[in-house]
């Protein structure tokens, strides 16, 4: 209900939306023109093809769209634990989180989702992949179970603030850097990178591990062939320890400042 009250106000004002969707979907494309111009002077990016690293950009570039889109909210909740602001969602009987994440819902995120499924559209028909129904069936799956591990981790990421109110830019790093991240394929990276985004903080269950499935290659050395297909289990494991912190940071809340 709160979701759409924004909505029919952004609505109210459709040249207004039209212009501020249409930004939103040039700023994020920036990313990729970045790519574009990377191999308009090489024919490949640590052994990656263009389609291939496309695939990596529009596979994470719509899991996180999808997650900024129904979590973005969340990188207020500093502001609203310094006012006091959230006292006014505590009396609501609804779920807290839902009332946070659909306050001031920006369907202007939409944005980023068109842009990110337009990339990944080209890359699906620039690949040369011999398609299975495994590999059919896991590109969805990627995709919904990356959007849970961004919406997770901005989850995490806002619990912290109940805490740290000026820390965002720092929870910032683990979501819109990660979308950075993953935009690149592994092999440009250092071992120890990639295998933090394996075992320490999973952003490498959002696309790189299916998508090497996907694209015949093999996993990273050191990670388990069979981590490929684990991407819904890492996503409720992250939901449920997005939630905990949740659960801490509502009971440690004692009003404004806290």
């Known amino acids: 209900m709160v979701a759409g009250m924004w909505i ?3 609505m109210t ?17 920036f990313d990729f023109v970045v790519i574009l111009l990377m191999f308009g002077q090489v024919k490949g990016l640590g052994g990656f093809s263009f389609a291939e690293v496309a695939l990596l950009y529009g596979t994470t570039g719509t899991s996180f769209g999808l997650a900024d889109l129904t979590m973005g909210s969340l990188q207020r909740m500093g502001k609203r634990v310094r006012d006091g602001s959230l006292d006014t969602f505590l009396m609501r009987p609804a779920p807290l989180l839902a009332q946070v994440a659909a306050d001031k819902f920006a369907l202007r995120r939409f944005g980023r989702v068109l842009q990110g499924l337009l990339v990944l ?14 590999k ?16 997770a981790l901005m989850v995490l990421g806002a619990s912290v603030l ?3 109110q000026d820390a965002t ?20 990276f250092a071992q120890e990178l990639v295998r933090g985004v394996v075992y320490v903080v999973p952003l490498a269950f959002v696309n790189w ?15 388990p062939g069979w981590v490929v297909f ?7 494991v992250c939901c449920g320890v997005a939630g905990l912190a949740w659960r801490a940071g509502i009971r440690s809340y004692r009003s404004t400042g806290s």
């Open 8 to 10: 029919r106000s952004t």
């Open 13 to 29: 004002y459709r040249s207004s939306f039209a212009l501020t969707l249409a930004t939103s979907f040039c700023v994020t494309f």
């Open 121 to 134: 559209v080209w890359a699906l028909v620039l690949l040369d992949v011999t398609w299975t129904p495994v």
């Open 136 to 151: 059919v069936l896991l590109l969805p799956v990627m995709l919904l179970s990356g959007a849970v591990i961004f919406s």
């Open 162 to 164: 109940f805490w740290v």
């Open 169 to 188: 830019e720092v929870t910032n790093s683990f979501t819109y850097g990660g979308n950075t991240l993953l935009q690149y394929p592994p092999t440009i």
């Open 209 to 223: 591990l299916p998508a090497l499935y996907v694209l015949g290659r093999p996993a990273p050395a050191g990670v």
């Open 230 to 236: 684990a991407s819904p289990l890492v996503a409720a």
